[in-house]
């Protein structure tokens, strides 16, 4: 790899930051499905936690993969070693983390699911694996490709076996049920590495520039998402009518992710990813911390809050209009809980030990070679 000015820079926070705030939008949507489980809840907010809460899964995995291709430009000859953490943070998450999270979810029979932790390891084992083969360009493009072709298996492909319905939920999506299929997931992470290697070079006086940007790109993207729904409502198109076609241009398609979905949600977490660039480039702030620090512990903070949301139900009676406070209470919880593991550094036990082994072998290599 060629010298690179910005090599060693580390990560910036305003990417931690945007992950965090979609971890906020993760707890948003899983606290309204726990709160308001009971027979007598309130359905309404519910459905707007969710629908708000949808905004977390594009955010996340345009950030994941954001944070990839930013690393690739800056991390230099080291992005061998980052490379190897990312692999092994990413088995962790398919073996130990899966567990963890699947002891929470018992009742639902999340164990040998396919999860969205797993998604977005698997994503992230790919991309780590490919990144330094192929261009910034050729990865958009390869997005944009792969999300097409997974939508066109979905609407030709009709499983005749158990095994070919498990390989189409896992790989594709299935629209009957709630799942996160790794190919359409999958192209929105890798091209998303090819902005995040652009966004490597810009020099600190640029970000300000490209922050506003993108914030025009996020009002164009929710835009076209609120036309298109306003014209489908307003005009009775047999097109629209045929079952394929509804699926796929539903705002609300999240398994598999639909064109207009994308466009709401994944517009409006440009706007979050805008917002923590325009706060980073006027100056450290509070608020900036707190939420590069909640991104920096994601996964930790995915795992305690469905143990915590679990406790919910000890409550008998859940007050629609108590709702905000007891999420803000929950939020609370976690914040502390997460800051103590903050604190220890606890993020350096999410391995499987990939780094040991290589270091291990380096070691032995070299006393073999003296």
Request: charged residues 15%.
């Amino acid at each position: 790899m060629s010298h690179n000015p910005h090599s060693n820079r580390g990560r910036e926070e305003f990417l931690d930051a945007a992950r965090g705030a979609a971890m906020l939008f993760v707890l948003l949507s899983h606290f309204g499905t726990a709160y308001f489980s009971r027979g007598e809840a309130d359905r309404f907010w519910e459905a707007v936690l969710i629908r708000v809460g949808m905004i977390a899964s594009p955010t996340f995995t345009i950030v994941s993969g954001l944070v990839l291709g930013y690393l690739l430009s800056t991390t230099g000859t080291r992005f061998g070693e980052i490379r190897m953490k990312l692999i092994d943070r990413s088995l962790f998450l398919l073996t130990i983390g899966h567990l963890l999270i699947a002891g929470a979810l018992w009742k639902n029979s999340e164990l040998i699911s396919f999860m969205r932790t797993d998604c977005i390891a698997v994503s992230v084992i790919i991309g780590a694996l490919i990144v330094q083969r192929t261009s910034a360009l050729t990865r958009l493009m390869l997005g944009v490709l792969i999300y097409v072709l997974s939508w066109v298996a979905i609407s030709v492909w009709t499983p005749a076996s158990a095994a070919g319905s498990v390989v189409e939920r896992v790989a594709f999506g299935a629209f009957d049920v709630d799942n996160f299929p790794l190919i359409p997931w999958f192209s929105l992470y890798i091209g998303s590495t090819a902005f995040g290697q652009w966004l490597a070079k810009l020099e600190q006086a640029e970000v300000r520039r490209v922050a506003v940007n993108l914030a025009k790109l996020s009002i164009a993207c929710v835009g076209l998402a609120g036309l298109f729904e306003l014209v489908k409502h307003a005009e009775d198109w047999e097109l629209i009518q045929h079952p394929f076609l509804r699926h796929l241009m539903w705002v609300g398609q999240k398994y598999p992710p639909g064109p207009v979905y994308l466009l709401l949600y994944g517009g409006i977490g440009l706007a979050i990813l805008a917002t923590s660039m325009l706060a980073h480039s006027t100056g450290r702030s509070r608020s900036l911390r707190l939420l590069a620090a909640t991104g920096q512990c994601a996964f930790f903070i995915y795992v305690i809050h469905f143990y915590l949301f679990d406790a919910l139900y000890l409550f008998k009676v859940h007050p629609a209009s108590a709702w905000p406070l007891f999420f803000l209470a929950s939020c609370l919880v976690i914040g502390v809980v997460a800051d103590r593991w903050q604190r220890r550094n606890g993020n350096r036990w999410l391995t499987v030990g990939l780094p040991w082994i290589a270091s291990y072998r380096q070691r032995l290599t070299t006393v073999e070679s003296t």
